[in-house]
């Protein structure tokens, strides 16, 4: 968990991205507390490569909004995989931005077949900050649209429903944990307020199908 740096300058200069750094990290109880909770401290140390610059710290490789529909398009414009990986819109946020469901399945020639597989649905990304859950999912997408004995396999016998980012408001402005109406969407699966969470309303509907 070393913290991660962004160095406008590295990046100019060697094209450097984003990457581990700091020393002597620590995590620890501090003397302050909020509410009757105890608050934390983490320090590290670090020196910065140049004057003058411009950086940016995180604590996971971020993953944007942009990132995942790049990805998609990858999807989308490849002949093979776009043949058992078809996207659809699941519904639009609050912010009117697309909330993707890929259904991902091997076609048989026989449709009642087809129908009598059994589904396996995934999400991620429902709290912003956890950037490593998009990676995740980056990985297993990678790998059940790969060419694998195994995920040929698992496409024959599964259908794969994914949402691959819950909550793309909170991802692009940047949000910890809520949406863009300061919600935690996970504490909102049993909502029956269609308009205030739709990214979860429509995935319940969904699995309930």
């Known amino acids: 968990m070393r913290p991660l740096l962004y160095s406008e300058a590295e990046a100019k200069i060697h094209k450097v991205g984003w990457q581990r750094t700091g020393d002597g990290i620590k995590y620890y109880k501090n003397n302050l507390s909020q509410d009757g909770r105890q608050c ?3 320090t590290w140390t670090f020196q910065f490569p140049h004057d003058r610059d411009t950086c940016y710290f ?26 058992f990986c078809k996207i659809r819109i699941l519904c639009h946020s609050l912010a009117r931005n697309i909330v993707y469901v890929l259904t991902i399945t091997n076609p048989l020639q026989d449709v009642k077949e087809e129908k009598r597989k059994a589904a396996v649905i995934l999400t991620a990304r429902v709290h912003p900050g956890e950037t490593n859950s998009s990676w995740m ?7 059940i649209l790969g060419d694998s004995n195994n995920a040929q396999l698992l496409r024959d016998t599964f259908v794969f429903k994914v949402i691959p980012m819950l909550n ?42």
């Open 40 to 42: 934390f401290s983490l």
């Open 58 to 83: 995180a604590h996971c490789y971020p993953y944007t909004y942009s990132n995942l529909q790049d990805y998609l398009s990858d999807i989308a414009g490849d002949p093979k995989r776009s043949k």
């Open 137 to 143: 999912m980056k990985g297993f997408l990678d790998y």
């Open 168 to 209: 793309p408001d909170g991802v692009i402005v940047g949000n910890y944990r809520c949406s863009l109406a300061g919600r935690d969407l996970n504490r909102n699966y049993k909502s029956d307020l269609k308009e205030s969470f739709p990214s979860v309303w429509y995935t319940r509907a969904m699995t309930k199908r």
